[in-house]
């Protein structure tokens, strides 16, 4: 069993519409998740970041985390192409900073 | 965030060959890691280096393959030995955030080896 898994994509939604990105990790002790948007021939850069049970909004990304189903979610709302992209879930598994990252999902988004 | 370069952006190399790869930081921080993105895939931890002691390696991947080293709190290299055309990869550094266990990234090196 891959220690964080994604689904690979892509993910097709239409301009202005929601996105749903799904992320699960195996190890139960795990305490900071991440989400990252990596375009094509670019490096990953951070979009959000995750400690606690519930949601964290910022502008149009919501990151929900729940612990006991060991499920992470990143929603992006009123998505734009310019969304289009690879999201990678990271989880960081105890306090050594090492992230394990999953194989990203690929999100198109149509004009 | 801290601004991180990367040098070379891009290089393509001969099999048995070694490639040195340079990480520059405007800002002091105390970890650096390097990470592995091979054609397709996600990232691969390779290493962590702090400054001051030796690289830790993750499983599988070895000092005499990647050697590390990291002088000062700023700056950091890594170098891909004896290359094979299975080293053909994307390598990226990331140092850590401001306190939130955030990390960020370089803009990476693409390796191609022949």
Known sequence: QKEVEQNSGPLSVPEGAIASLNCTYSDRGSQSFFWYRQYSGKSPELIMFIYSN????????????????????????????????????????????KLIFGSGTRLLVRP | ????????????????????????????VTMMFWYRQQPGQSL??????????EATYESGFV????????????????TVSN???????????????????????????????L
Request: net charge negative.
């Open chain 2, 1 to 28: 965030s801290a601004v991180i370069s990367q040098k070379p952006s891009r290089d393509i190399c001969q099999r048995g060959t070694s490639l040195t790869i340079q990480c520059q930081v405007d800002s002091q």
């Open chain 2, 63 to 78: 000092i005499d393959k990647f050697p590390i080293s990291r002088p000062n709190l700023t700056f950091s290299t890594l």
């Open chain 1, 54 to 97: 519930g949601d964290k909004e910022d502008g149009r990304f919501t990151a929900q985390l729940n612990k006991a189903s060991q499920y992470v979610s990143l929603l992006i709302r009123d998505s734009q192409p310019s969304d289009s992209a690879t999201y990678l879930c990271a989880v960081m598994m105890d306090s050594s900073y």
């Open chain 2, 83 to 113: 290359m094979s055309p299975e080293d053909s990869s994307i390598y990226l550094c990331s140092v850590e955030g401001q306190g939130n266990n955030e990390q960020f990234f370089g803009p990476g090196t693409r390796l191609t080896v």
């Open chain 2, 44 to 53: 691969t931890l390779i290493a962590t280096a702090n400054q001051g002691s």
